[in-house]
Structure formats: C-alpha cells, structure tokens
C-alpha cells in the first residue's frame, strides 16, 4: 500500500505570493492532517479535515487555509506569504477521525 | 492545557548502549493518547507506538519498549543495544479526546547520535 504523498516536495517563493501544497493520504484514509515544522516553533497543528469537513484547526493566521476533496485528497493554501512561513510542511493522514496518523515525506517551503 | 516535554535535547551514546528518551505530557483529559515518532534526516516521521489512557500496560517490540506511567505522566522510550540505524530525531506527542484525537501536541524533539 502506498504512503501519503506530498507535493511538490521542495518549493521556492516570493514574499506576498501564495503558495499551494498538496496531499493524498493512504488508500482508504479519511482523515487528514497538516503541521508546520520550523526550528523555532517546532511541530505544530495546522488543521485536519475528515470527509470534507475541517474538524479542528490550529492557532494560525487567517491566511493558512485549507481544504479535502471528495476523494480524501487535501489541499492547504497559504497567501501573502512571509519570511516566517518558511518550513518543512508534513500532511498525516489516518483511517478514521481517532485512529494513529501516518505522515508525509513533506514539502519545503521557502520564503525569500 | 496540553502539554509535552522532551527535556533532553541531544542525547549521543556508543552503538549497542541502551539509552532512554524521556517524555513527560500535562493533560487535563482522562481520555488522551500518547505517541512517539521517528524523524530521520529525510524529514518523514515515522510512526512508532501509540498508547491510550487507559491502557498502562508497557510495550516491548524488538529492540524498542515503552514505559507507560500515569503516576508521574511520563511515557518513556527505551532503545537496548542500539545500532547507527536509530540515529533520529525523536518526538513524543499528546493528543486529547476533547480537542481532537488527531490534532497532535508534540514535545521539541530529542536528537539521538548513536556512534559506530
């Protein structure tokens, strides 16, 4: 069975663009997750969407969003980008809303 | 509020020692659930156990056992006889029933170097 999957897997933008990554979970996976790893901060929670739906969402900004496709298949968009946004982003996914989350090789963004 | 803390930032043994990654979590839940990863330097984290609140019951798989303690909130992570191959960064993570079993609170991580 195929991991979850993240592209692209390293990415270089410009401040004020915005930015689209990308995630497929396992085969049969519903749930899935987002996290931002940066040295400062550590790993921390983005958001996690179960059958379409964004169940819970982390401390960010307004302009971290995202969304899952009818297909398990998630996005997460970030715009205006800044210097800070600058991190590894990993996307986990699980077989149910409770179940243990699977992650990502991740995709690294860069900010310049 | 949740809370993990991997209190030792680096830790670096000779290959075939036994070392011992501690992790202690607040939590104001009687439902959570504990975890570990494993981060290579590729960046993927590996899944390696989770554990339920109600389950104490420690854990041997392998080379790897997890010791479970509700009494002082600790859920170490023991490697024996360890090889190059365990040279990671490790996490310890915590999440509630309340807040959402999949949003994960992970502590800062702890860089293990095991030298051949």
């Known amino acids: 069975k195929a991991g979850v999957t993240q592209t692209p897997r390293y990415l270089i933008k410009t401040r004020g663009q915005q930015v689209t990554l990308s995630c497929s979970p396992i085969?049969?996976?519903?749930?899935v997750s987002w996290y931002q790893q940066t040295p400062g901060q550590g790993l921390q929670f983005l958001f996690e969407?179960?059958?379409?739906?964004?169940?819970n969402k982390g401390n960010f900004p307004g302009r971290f969003s995202g969304r899952q496709f009818s297909n398990s298949r998630s996005e997460m968009n970030v715009s205006t980008l800044e210097l800070g946004d600058s991190a590894l982003y990993l996307c986990?996914?699980?077989?149910?809303?409770?179940?243990?989350?699977?992650f990502g090789p991740g995709t690294r963004l860069t900010v310049t | 509020a949740q809370k993990v803390t991997q209190a030792q930032t680096e830790i670096s043994v000779v290959e075939k020692e036994d070392v011992t990654l501690d992790c202690v979590y607040e939590t104001r839940d009687t439902t959570y659930y504990l975890f570990w990863y494993k981060q290579p330097p590729s960046g993927e984290l590996v899944f390696l156990i989770r554990?339920?609140?109600?389950?104490?019951q420690n854990e041997i798989s392998g080379r790897y056992s997890w010791n479970f303690q509700k009494s002082t909130s600790s859920f170490n992570f023991t490697i024996t006889a360890s090889q190059v191959v365990d040279s990671a960064v490790y996490f310890c993570a915590l999440s509630e029933a309340v807040q959402g079993a999949q949003k994960l609170v992970f502590g800062q991580g702890t860089r293990l170097t095991i030298n051949p």
């Open positions: 554990r339920n609140s109600f389950d104490e």
């Open positions: 085969s049969g996976h519903r749930s």
């Open positions: 986990a996914s699980s077989f149910t809303e409770i179940g243990e989350q699977y």
């Open positions: 969407y179960f059958s379409e739906t964004q169940r």
